[in-house]
C-alpha cells in the first residue's frame, strides 16, 4: 500500500494524534449535547431562552447532523413527558416502562412515541417550519449521519468512523438512556414534585446540565437548571455567555423566594409566591414539619429512627407512599393510623396541596382556604407545624 494511502486511511486530511482525536470528539459531544439541551430542549420545548437566528440554525444543523432527530417530533415527545409524567402515557417513564427499559431502550421507546402523530402535533406547536425543515431536516433526517460518517471519514480516516460511531451513541446513550431513566430513578432531589425525578449531581457538567433533572421538572420552563448556590448548571454558563454578547435572551428563570418576617395572615404575596413555588413549599413540610416529627417519635419510643420506620418506608411519607410497591404502600398507611400526631400532620399536607393544587381562577376564595388552613395548623397544638404556618405566612416573591 502506498505511503500517502496508508497516511490518509490512518489519519485523514488533518492527520491528527490521538489526543488530537480526543479533543475533537469531546468538542463535538459537547456541541451535540449542548444543540439538545439549550435548543431543543430549553428553547423550542419550554420556550425559556431565544438565541439569534444563526444560532438557532446552527443548533438545527448539529442536531440533524448528529442524531437525524426532529425538532417537532422531540419537543412533542418531551412535552408530553411532562404533561403526563409518571402515568402509562408518559412516553419513557421508568415507574410503567421499568428502568431497564428506558435505560438501555431508550431510543427505542423514542421511535416508538415518533409514530404517535396526533400527539406529535397536539404538543409540537410552534415548531420550525421554514424551507429547509420541510424540505431537508424533516425530509430527510437520516441524511445528516450519513453526510456526517463522509464527512468524519474523510477527516480522520479510519479513526472517523470510530468517532462517528461514538457520536452516534452519544445522545441515545446519555440522553434517552441516562437522563430519562436514571434522571427518575436514583439521585437526590430538591423538590417534592409530583413525580419521581432526581437531581444525578449537583454539577450538571458532563450533559450539559440535564443532571439536575429534579430542579428543571420543579421549574420547567426556567432557562436555569441550577437551584442552589453550590450548583452547576453549565448549560446555563453558555446562555448567560452569549446572553453578554446579544447571542442569547433569556425569557422565563425561576422566581426567587423571600420569606418575610412577623407576617400576622397570609396575603396575596404569600398566595402568590405559593403558587410559583408549591413544590418547595412541600419540600419544606417534608424537612421541617414530618422529619423532626418522625425523630420525636423515634426518641419518645426509644428506638432508632431506622428501626422505627425504614428509610424506604420514610421516603414515602414525602407523597403518600405513591411510588411504593401495594404492601409496602399498605405497611406505611397501618404505621400511620397508628399514630395520631403523623397521621395529623399527613392530613393537614393534604388539605395545603388540596388548596394549592384546586383548578379555580377565584384567587380571594383560594386565599380564604389559605387563610383557614394556617388558622388551623396554629391551632393544632403541635409545635412543628405552628413553626411552618409562621413561615409559610411570610411567603413572598422577591423582587429582582
Known amino acids: 500500500m502506498p505511503d500517502f494511502l496508508f497516511d490518509f486511511l490512518s489519519g485523514g486530511l488533518l492527520g491528527l494524534g490521538w489526543l488530537g482525536m480526543l479533543g475533537v470528539l469531546l468538542a463535538f459531544t459537547q456541541l451535540t449535547i449542548f444543540s439538545v439541551t439549550l435548543y431543543l430542549h430549553r428553547s423550542q420545548a419550554h420556550r425559556g431562552v431565544d438565541f439569534h437566528p444563526l444560532v438557532s440554525h446552527f443548533f438545527r444543523f448539529w442536531t440533524w447532523l448528529t442524531t437525524s432527530m426532529i425538532t417537532k417530533e422531540w419537543m412533542a415527545i418531551h412535552r408530553k413527558h411532562h404533561a403526563k409524567v409518571e402515568t402509562e402515557e408518559d412516553p419513557h417513564s421508568p415507574q410503567f416502562k421499568g428502568i431497564g427499559n428506558v435505560f438501555w431502550r431508550g431510543v427505542e421507546l423514542y421511535r416508538e412515541a415518533r409514530w404517535q402523530r396526533t400527539d406529535i402535533e397536539q404538543y409540537g406547536k410552534g415548531a420550525p417550519d421554514d424551507w429547509i425543515e420541510r424540505h431537508l431536516y424533516t425530509a430527510h433526517p437520516t441524511a445528516g449521519p450519513i453526510a456526517l460518517l463522509f464527512v468524519n471519514s474523510m477527516l480522520f480516516g479510519i479513526p472517523g ?23 427518575h430513578w436514583w439521585g437526590y432531589r430538591n423538590f417534592e414534585s409530583a413525580d419521581t425525578s432526581t437531581n444525578l449531581t449537583p454539577w450538571g457538567v458532563w450533559i450539559g446540565g440535564e443532571e439536575l433533572h429534579n430542579n428543571h421538572h420543579a421549574f420547567p420552563s426556567s432557562a436555569r437548571f441550577s437551584m442552589r448556590r453550590w450548583e452547576v448548571d453549565i448549560g446555563w454558563i453558555a446562555i448567560k455567555a452569549m446572553e453578554a ?25 404569600t398566595l402568590k409566591a405559593l403558587l410559583s413555588h408549591r413544590f418547595l413549599a412541600m419540600t419544606d413540610y417534608q424537612r421541617n414539619v414530618l422529619k423532626p416529627a418522625l425523630k420525636e417519635e423515634a426518641r419518645l419510643a426509644g428506638e432508632k429512627l431506622r428501626r422505627l420506620l425504614p428509610r424506604r418506608l420514610r421516603k414515602g411519607l414525602a407523597d403518600d407512599g405513591r411510588w411504593l410497591k401495594p404492601e409496602a404502600r399498605e405497611q406505611l398507611h397501618n404505621w400511620v393510623s397508628q399514630r395520631p400526631r403523623i397521621q395529623a400532620l399527613i392530613e393537614h399536607r393534604a388539605r ?49
Not at 161 to 172: F, G
Not at 245 to 269: E, F, H, Q, Y
Open 245 to 269: 454578547v446579544g447571542l442569547a435572551k433569556v425569557l422565563r428563570v425561576a422566581p426567587t423566594l423571600d420569606i418575610r418576617p412577623n407576617i400576622s395572615v397570609p396575603d396575596g404575596d
Open 352 to 400: 395545603l396541596a388540596a388548596v394549592l393544587e384546586a383548578r379555580t381562577n377565584d384567587a380571594s376564595e383560594r386565599l380564604k382556604q389559605l387563610q383557614a388552613w394556617c388558622h388551623e395548623a396554629e391551632a393544632s397544638g403541635i409545635r412543628v407545624l405552628q413553626d411552618y404556618s409562621m413561615r409559610l405566612k411570610g411567603y413572598a416573591l422577591a423582587a429582582h
Open 161 to 183: 468512523i470510530a468517532l462517528w460511531a461514538i457520536q452516534m451513541a452519544w445522545i441515545p446513550f446519555w440522553a434517552a438512556g441516562v437522563v430519562n431513566g436514571l434522571g
